[in-house]
């Protein structure tokens, strides 16, 4: 079997052998983002957006060009509206925040779906309880699938924010954004997306989905950790308070009170990222460089060998819809009498890297009627020998549990 010509980019590859399968958890870095977080050290460190000397104006520049290269990467209309944070959870919180605490009213109504991550939920409870709304989930079908008629039932006139996941990080299935951006819109309100798992595998453009929040993390796109974006339409942003307040988000301080930067800086309080922001720079080029055409073709032909494999494994059951091309190389599932943290730890000793447990998605195990699931998820640099070694360990944990001959 040959092996994917992008996996020789990973040094982890080389130093640690194994067949990683975590992507939706984290990505692996290939040599180039090492190289930029490690350039801008050697060659740029100072504190940006403060100093007048050279090296303090190249790394202004470098996470001024962060910006711009992210900018593209979703196809926003300037740069003022790419805010950069830690992660997805610090962009959602932000605009929970700033935009929900201040927007959202007694009565409103604010939809997500039983399927987000936590961090997607966590900060709605958060607003609905603070400011007398109300939370409502959308519940998808089985395969993923939230149908016209449940968005009938669930979103009403009094719905002023949306909240949903663009690809569930456990069904791996795509959520219609633009019919719900076009549904809360009919209100006067705003849709926030949750693209942890879209952005990383396929083109996401903030304005042909009618965004108004956008957010995703640095990391499961192959950048440093530590670097996040929140893509924000710039009319809501100049509207809203800072999030967080201190150095660099200030126009002038008095002793009285204060008036904040311009955008986005308004949104990046203290000493901000930099070296980061560069390596996720790095990491955008990378993604381009190897096209979505080319990630989604490896993700989908890898995942319907592995729904081929396991579907040969009646004791096997698959989480979400039953085709493979509706899954953007996320494939959880379950083996009957063995628990995932067993089916986790036995893939362990062969090396073959997967996530067990709840995936930060209780509510969505809840509703799927499983405690946890094993995961394994895909990303460009998998290949059809980690297909093979994850079916073959994979048919080994029933054995191995002392549930089969
Ligand atoms: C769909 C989704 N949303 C949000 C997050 C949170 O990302 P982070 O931990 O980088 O903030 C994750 C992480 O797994 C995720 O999969």
């Known amino acids: 079997m040959t092996e994917n010509r992008f996996r020789q980019d990973f040094p982890v590859f080389d130093r640690k052998p194994c067949v990683y399968l975590d992507s939706a958890a984290t990505a692996q870095r ?19 957006l403060r100093g007048l000397y050279e090296l303090s104006m190249a790394a202004t520049d470098a996470y001024a060009e962060a910006r711009s290269s992210v900018r593209g990467l979703i196809n926003a209309s300037g740069d003022e509206e790419i805010i950069f944070t830690r992660n997805s959870t610090e962009s959602l919180n932000l605009v929970a925040y700033s935009y929900g605490l201040n927007f959202i009213h007694e009565g409103d109504e604010i939809v997500t779906t039983v399927m987000e991550h936590h961090s997607n939920i966590l900060p709605w409870q958060m607003v609905a309880e603070k400011n007398g709304a109300r939370l409502i989930y959308l519940e998808p079908e089985m395969d993923g699938t939230i149908s016209d008629e449940e968005l009938d039932r669930k979103i009403s006139a009094k719905c002023r924010l949306i909240a949903v996941g663009h690809v569930s990080n456990v069904l791996g299935c795509v959520n219609p954004v633009k019919k719900l951006a076009q549904r809360v819109h009919d209100n006067g309100g705003v849709i926030v997306v949750d693209a942890a798992q879209s952005v990383p595998h396929m083109p996401v453009d903030v304005q042909d989905l009618g965004c108004d929040f956008l957010a995703f993390s640095g990391h499961k796109m192959m950048a440093p950790f530590g670097i996040g974006v929140l893509y924000g339409k710039r009319e ?5 308070p800072p999030f967080l307040t201190g150095g660099e988000m200030i126009e ?15 949104f990046e309080a203290g000493t901000v990222n930099p070296a980061g922001a560069y390596g996720l720079k790095a990491a955008t080029e990378y993604l381009l460089n190897v096209g979505f055409d080319h990630i989604r073709k490896t993700e989908d032909e890898l995942t319907s060998a592995i729904f081929e494999g396991l579907s040969k494994m009646p004791y096997v059951h698959i989480c979400g819809s039953s085709d493979p091309l509706r899954h953007t190389g996320i494939i959880s599932f379950t083996i009957a009498g063995v628990h995932p943290h067993d089916i986790a730890s036995i893939l362990d000793t062969d090396k073959v890297d997967i996530r067990a447990g709840h995936h930060c998605a209780q509510p969505l195990m809840d509703y799927l009627g ?36």
Do not use: Q
Request: hydrophobic letters at 45%; aromatic letters at 10%.
């Open 252 to 266: 002038y301080v008095r002793l009285d009170g204060a008036t904040w930067a311009e955008l986005p800086h308004k």
């Open 30 to 48: 290939p040599a180039c983002v090492i190289e930029a977080e490690k350039y801008f050290y050697e060659n740029m460190n100072a504190n940006p």
């Open 236 to 240: 809501l942003l100049e509207k809203m």
């Open 370 to 405: 499983v405690g946890n699931t094993a995961r394994a998820s895909l990303y460009l640099y998998n290949d059809e020998n980690d297909v093979a070694a994850f079916l073959d360990s994979i048919g080994k944990v029933r054995r191995i549990m002392g549930l089969d001959a």
